[in-house]
């Protein structure tokens, strides 16, 4: 089975904060992507990245980076934490280009206060 | 305009009824479409995947596609309360390179 892993189930942080959440994935999959879920305003795609190093502007990139160091690993950054940013962040892989069917994390609820 | 829209609900059956899930899509460009389903406090999870017109059976869920329409729906015949959960639909369009979600559908099956 495919598994996706969030660091954290839950954060609270303080605004003006640097924000790291971590996704792992270990079934080798070249794609990874990055969402946040709002009441209201359904999936909305942050970041995305086709292979190592490199990285796609999603919808709602504003206020956030991406790192992908390694095939498995892909990093949200919030560069400063804001109380809009309070949200459920899910990370998702999938195995290609081709074969989208996404595989998600547990997903991190995030606090910004 | 949405690029993904389905009917947020909520919807209602009665256990062993069939539950009619539907969405439309925009983007005429979409080539393949997904059903998640996401109990409350849970991730999403992939439940069916059509690319082709027509139906697509697996087990008490058929995925429906009609790309003239554009439109997408999912049937889940003898509905259990264990299916209440919100469903979301989602279109990829293979050149853009991403999948877009509609905001969900969520469903109660009452026993």
């Known amino acids: 089975d495919v598994k996706v892993t969030q660091s954290s189930r839950y954060l609270v942080k303080r605004t003006g904060e640097k924000v790291f959440l971590e996704c792992v994935q270990d079934m080798d999959h070249e794609n990874m992507f990055w969402y946040r879920q709002d009441p209201g305003l359904g999936l909305r795609l942050i970041y995305f990245?086709?292979?190592?190093?490199?990285?796609e502007k999603g919808d709602i990139p504003e206020g956030y980076s991406v790192s992908r160091e390694k095939k498995e690993r892909f990093s949200l950054i919030l560069e400063s934490a804001s109380t809009n940013q309070t949200s459920m962040y899910l990370c998702a892989s999938s195995l290609d280009r081709v074969d989208e069917k996404l595989f998600f994390g547990s997903g991190t609820q995030l606090s910004v206060l | 305009q949405k690029e993904v829209e389905q009917n947020s609900g909520p919807l209602s059956v009665p256990e062993g009824a069939i539950a009619s899930l539907n969405c439309t899509y925009s983007?005429?460009?979409?080539?393949?479409f997904f059903w998640y389903r996401q109990y409350s406090g849970k991730s999403p999870e992939l439940i069916m995947f059509i690319y082709s017109n027509g139906d697509k059976e697996d087990g008490r869920f058929t995925a429906q596609l009609n790309k003239a329409s554009q439109y997408v729906s999912l049937l889940i015949r003898d509905s259990q309360p264990s299916d209440s959960a919100t469903y979301l639909c989602?279109?990829?369009?293979?050149?853009?390179?991403?999948?877009?979600f509609g905001d969900g559908t969520t469903l109660t099956v009452k026993p």
């Open positions: 990245s086709y292979d190592v190093k490199m990285k």
């Open positions: 983007d005429r460009g979409s080539q393949s």
């Open positions: 989602a279109g990829r369009n293979t050149n853009a390179g991403k999948s877009t």
